[in-house]
């Protein structure tokens, strides 16, 4: 399928990664429908990209939202043949932390969001794109989620990140297998630092310091850098199953 075929729709699409990828799909003759809790943002995101592109108000860890939402956007679309999960939180924090033991409860917010609302949009996106008329190869869409070098080597207090990085990434061999006989597939990008308001919110020296430990090129990614592989695995049919490190080759320190 060509990226300006795309029916997209995009969760975290008010900002960040998710935003790139809405602007990429729609600039391309495709159409994005962005999902986030951020309503201010999606809308003026939304709008800004014109009638190709629309915003639905939604939390990704409610189950009833984002069924609702998965149905409106196939509608605002004519269809929906592509996922990107991109919402997500940070959720930095040490079992053991400088103002006592991680609460329970945080923990599994930072579960709640990263992977469980992951399976949720997977779940109602793929629900509706098992009825899509096949095409190409039998080929009826494509899930992709956002996983994160963090499910490699994860730093010092990022035992909550890396557990939701991980379990995206964990997902995407056994829905990829299990989706195939609808021809649906389901692929995993690990993108290393990216430059968007996640990053933004550390300190210069911070960012500096984790630039310094890209190998080539030393900086940054760019949020379009992960649009353009989203394309590419819309694009190819023969990537399915993987997840993909997009990381200039970055191995992530202890701390
Ligand atoms: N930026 C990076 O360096 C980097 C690196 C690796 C992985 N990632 C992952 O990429 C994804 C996008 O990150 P980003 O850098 O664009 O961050 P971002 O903060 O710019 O965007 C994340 C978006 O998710 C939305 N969101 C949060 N909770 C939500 C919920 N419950 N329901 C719906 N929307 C919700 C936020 O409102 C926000 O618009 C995240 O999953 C992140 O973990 C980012």
Known sequence: MKIAEARAVITGGASGLGNAVARLVVASGGRAAMLDVQEGPGRAAAAELGPAATFIKCDVTSESEVNAAMSAARDAMGGLNLLVNCAGVVGAGRMLGRSGPMPGDFFTKVIHINLIGTFLCDKAAAAIMQNNPPGADGERGVLIHTS?????????????????????MGMTLPLARELAQFGIRVMSIAPGIFLTPMANAMTPELQQSLARQ??????????????????????????????????????????
Do not use: H, W
């Not at 850098?225 to 490190?245: D, S, Y």
């Open 148 to 168: 994160s070098v963090a499910a490699f080597e994860g730093q010092i207090g990022q035992v909550a990140y890396s557990a939701t990085k991980a379990g995206v």
């Open 214 to 255: 890209v190998p080539f090129p030393q900086r940054f990614g760019k949020p379009e850098e992960f649009a353009q592989l989203v394309a590419a695995i819309f694009e190819n049919p023969m990537l399915n199953g993987e997840t993909i490190r997009l990381d200039g080759a970055i191995r992530m320190q202890p701390k």
